[in-house]
């Protein structure tokens, strides 16, 4: 079954339903986007959903910042850009899933991104021959993650803008979303 991660989470009410619908994790970005949520409305929104998993998301991330994002009560990081010496095995010292945006061997998760994280443009998805979990992401909709999981096998595929309309997370297009994910794992055997 292929692991789904919606990121881009702003708000309990839509963790909740994203949650119920059957996403595996929930990203919250922490950095400069149009997503970016502070860490007070990050440790708001993990105690009102406390049952789901959330990922500490964060682009060209400071120390400081790194730190604040291992003490949330998240399952996981992932980082994007330049990132703090030794965070792979900082964030596994501190019970943390690693996340990384490179082919690095020491993460948990790599996730294959297009050229601007975020912006929703496809890119030529390609699942690499590499040793750990491969996630896609880049301009994932419900419209072609059928296809991407058909075609690419990843282990996960990670989806932000492509479920949104006018910046905001729609729960029909998350739920059609995984519903596509899953025609696209029964046709990929």
């Not at 049952?51 to 003490?71: C, I, K, P």
């Not at 992401?137 to 990670?158: I, M, S």
Request: overall charge positive.
């Amino acid at each position: 079954m292929t692991t789904v991660k919606v990121c881009g989470i702003k708000n309990a009410e839509t963790a909740r339903t994203a949650w119920q619908a059957g996403v595996h994790y929930l990203g919250l970005v922490l950095t400069k986007s149009r997503r970016q949520i502070g860490l007070d409305a990050a440790r708001s929104i993990i105690a009102r959903v406390p049952q789901a998993r959330f990922v500490a998301v964060g682009h060209d991330v400071s120390a400081e910042l790194f730190e604040a994002m291992l003490a949330l009560p998240v399952v996981g990081v992932q980082l994007h850009g330049p990132t703090p010496a030794g965070w792979i095995s900082r964030a596994r010292a501190r019970g943390k899933m690693a996340i990384a945006t490179t082919l690095d061997r020491e993460a948990d998760v790599v996730l294959m991104d297009g050229a601007i994280p975020g912006s929703g443009k496809p890119w030529a998805w390609h699942k690499p021959d590499f040793p750990r979990p491969v996630w896609l992401a880049g301009g994932l909709t419900p419209h072609n993650v059928r296809y991407v999981v058909r075609e690419c096998k990843p282990d996960g595929v990670d989806v932000s803008s492509g479920v949104e309309a006018d910046g905001e997370k729609q729960v029909d297009l998350i739920r059609l979303f995984i519903e596509e994910v899953r025609h696209g794992d029964n046709t990929s055997a």
